[in-house]
């Protein structure tokens, strides 16, 4: 376990000088989120899909988790399990973009598919099912052991917390971060991962984050492999034209960009694992950016501050809950 002064530190990200807004009322009656008739497809036992009222559903799809995606990459390879399957059998070398927009498109059906992402939690599995080896070190993995498959969807929630802080017009209240783990466990069951990995709380999951940063991953090769991917693409092609022009005044190329706020979104402990510098003028760069993010995104049309599956899904159920308000009155 991490010294228990670096854990605050890792926790307590909140600027005393970000304007809080209200917390958004959850609202159990929100079309297409509760009291919706099971699809077919859904047994009795299956989780609730994602809907309105969700925080994944307001996340998930909202173009500022482009960010931190390789940040999130990193953290999972350095788990030797999964830097050995991804250094095996992925393509991320040779089509970076193209694997992630596959990877993206499977996410957002998670949240936004709706009876759809309970299929896609059982095609993932079954898709890695046959992911299997021993690394150069003799060590035996399979894709979907219980600890690296678990590790690969928790990252989630560090990565959905770290969003708000650096990109978001404020972070996570701590009741706001209760229901989003919530939610994250609820995305867990739809992919299937086994219920005993589950962190109880957010405590007990900053516990098991910070266990598994100091005992588990390692300065593993296929993570020395992303970062170095991170500097030979250039921006991502989902990012709309208002974000990508916030870039220029860092002075840095489309990779350098890309890799500085990779190596500058990751925590602190994993950045030492790693050996990665980053100095108190790097923060505040980063900082520099992500306050220029956020006060643009409000300003952008949803079309581009979703991404596309995330845009089409909303403009649909505000359709089905103007149908059905439009019933209820006729």
Request: zero cysteines; proline letters at 9%; glycine letters at 8%.
């Amino acid at each position: 376990m991490t010294d228990s002064t670096e854990r605050r530190a890792f926790e307590a990200p909140r600027d005393p000088g970000t304007p809080h807004r209200a917390e958004a009322p959850h609202h159990p009656d929100a079309p297409g989120h509760a009291h919706r008739e099971r699809h077919p497809s859904e047994a009795p036992g299956d989780p609730e899909p994602f809907g309105p009222g969700d925080l994944l559903w307001e996340g998930m799809g909202d173009r500022r988790l482009m960010f931190l995606l390789g940040g999130g990459l990193v953290m999972q390879v350095m788990h030797p399990a999964i830097g050995a399957a991804v250094g095996e059998h992925s393509v991320y070398r040779t089509d970076p973009w193209g694997r992630l927009t596959r990877s993206l498109t499977s996410l957002q059906t998670w949240v936004y598919g709706g009876p759809q992402a309970l299929e896609e939690g059982r095609r993932l599995r079954e898709l890695h099912r046959d992911i299997r080896g021993v690394d150069d070190r003799g060590r035996r993995y399979h894709a979907l052991s219980a600890e690296p498959y678990a590790w690969v969807h928790l990252t989630a929630f560090e990565r959905a917390v770290t969003t708000l802080r650096y990109f978001g017009e404020r972070p996570y209240t701590p009741s706001e971060e209760r229901r989003l783990y919530e939610e994250v466990l609820r995305l867990g069951r739809i992919l299937r991962v086994p219920e005993r990995m589950f962190p109880a709380t957010v405590e007990d999951y900053w516990d098991y984050f910070h266990d598994m940063v100091a005992g588990t991953l390692e300065d593993h090769p296929t993570a020395r492999d992303v970062l170095e991917t991170t500097l030979t693409v250039g921006p991502p092609p989902m990012l709309p034209g208002p974000l990508r022009a916030l870039w220029r005044p860092l002075g840095l190329t489309s990779g350098q960009v890309n890799h500085f706020v990779t190596v500058g979104t990751l925590p602190d402990a994993v950045r030492a694992k790693l050996g990665l510098s980053w100095t108190a003028r790097d923060e505040a760069r980063l900082r520099r950016l992500g306050r220029a993010v956020a006060a643009t995104m409000p300003h952008l049309p949803e079309r581009a501050r979703y991404l596309p599956i995330a845009y089409r899904a909303r403009r649909a159920a505000r359709a089905r809950d103007r149908l059905t308000r439009a019933m209820r009155v006729a």
